[in-house]
């Protein structure tokens, strides 16, 4: 293993400490009792013994240093706790492991579309840039990226759920669930309306990006040497102009998809979605630590996991990278 790569997993490691620290301290500075909104209205028959009992149990009961440290440790183990919020005592794992499948899929196939459409469009403007057809698309672009994307979901239920009647308007499938092929069927006509509301939202950066770094691209030399010598347009623009102009596409990528985890919790709330976005809400509203603790590293680990992805795509996309120096 290189030393460049030996340096960016130790920065890696940092910054998941002190992503892990936060995740633990940022629940703690909420306020409100996490014990009153377990207990519910009975937290005031219960008498102080039985307060106490429930405090100790859940180790709310510690100094927050000794909290800490016993985080740290299970942790380690891999050990998130158990949800106080959920019934049976179900733990974190298994909470997280019920929701995650519906956020994966909603948020890469909604990044994968967006990047796929802003870079298509974003080549297809600068080609024709200055002309009415680039100006007209960026008049649309630029209009969809000022619109919220709650806003943008409050205007497409009505229109698609409500006055057409083509799609739900919520949930992640129906009720009763049908099975086989209805079932897939099912799943994919409740996730049209979230997967379009994120997939429009994160669309104008790539093809902002992709439009102008095609737009450098196209006046290079090497892109007049490349027709000069008298290779097809297309290939010109797809083997030469195109993988040089990936790389900044990359980049954006990799910042919208930590946006896009953000921006998913709201998505997901108002689609009532099953997926992490939504629980992430209710964990809040019931101060759920373990939970919130489990939601957040879950989250941190795929912001660094898709940088990490990111680096290693870069030497690829670019050869000049891989001799620079460690």
Do not use: C
């Not at 929701?99 to 994968?112: C, E, I, P």
Request: aromatic letters at 10%; proline letters at 5%.
């Amino acid at each position: 293993m290189s030393r460049r790569w030996v340096r960016r997993i130790l920065e890696y490691g940092v910054t998941l400490f002190a992503a892990v620290s936060i995740n633990f301290l940022l629940p703690r500075a909420m306020p409100g009792d996490p014990l009153a909104l377990i207990a519910g209205d009975a937290v005031r028959q219960m008498g102080a013994e039985r307060i106490a009992q429930l405090r100790s149990a859940y180790g709310l009961d510690r100094p927050l240093i000794e909290q800490y440290a016993l985080y740290l440790g299970r942790l380690a183990r891999g050990d998130l706790g158990t949800s106080y919020r959920y019934s049976g005592g179900r733990t974190v794992i298994q909470v997280l492991a019920d929701r995650f499948t519906w956020t994966f899929f909603l948020v890469t196939v909604s990044l994968a579309l967006a990047a796929l459409a802003g870079s298509a469009l974003g080549v297809w403007a600068a080609l024709r840039r200055g002309r009415s057809g680039d100006l007209g698309l960026l008049t649309v672009i630029f209009t969809l990226k000022s619109i919220p994307p709650f806003w943008l979901a409050m205007i497409l239920i009505p229109i698609f759920a409500v006055n057409l009647g083509w799609l739900p308007s919520g949930d992640s499938y129906s009720i009763p669930r049908p099975t086989g092929l209805a079932g897939v069927t099912d799943v994919l006509r409740h996730a049209v309306l979230p997967m379009g509301v994120l997939t429009l939202s994160y669309l104008p950066t790539s093809f902002a990006v992709m439009r102008s770094t095609m737009s450098s691209v196209l006046g290079a030399d090497y892109i007049r040497t490349a027709r000069a010598k008298g290779l097809r347009r297309g290939l010109v623009i797809l083997r030469h102009a195109m993988r040089n102009a990936l790389l900044p596409v990359v980049t954006s990528l990799s910042l919208d998809f930590g946006q896009l985890l953000g921006g998913v919790t709201l998505i997901e709330t108002v689609f009532n979605y099953r997926g992490l976005g939504g629980m992430m809400f209710e964990a809040v509203k019931s101060r759920d630590y373990p939970l919130l603790q489990g939601g957040f590293l879950l989250f941190t680990l795929g912001v660094l996991g898709v940088n990490l992805l990111t680096d290693w795509l870069y030497p690829r996309l670019d050869p000049r990278l891989r001799e620079q120096p460690a």
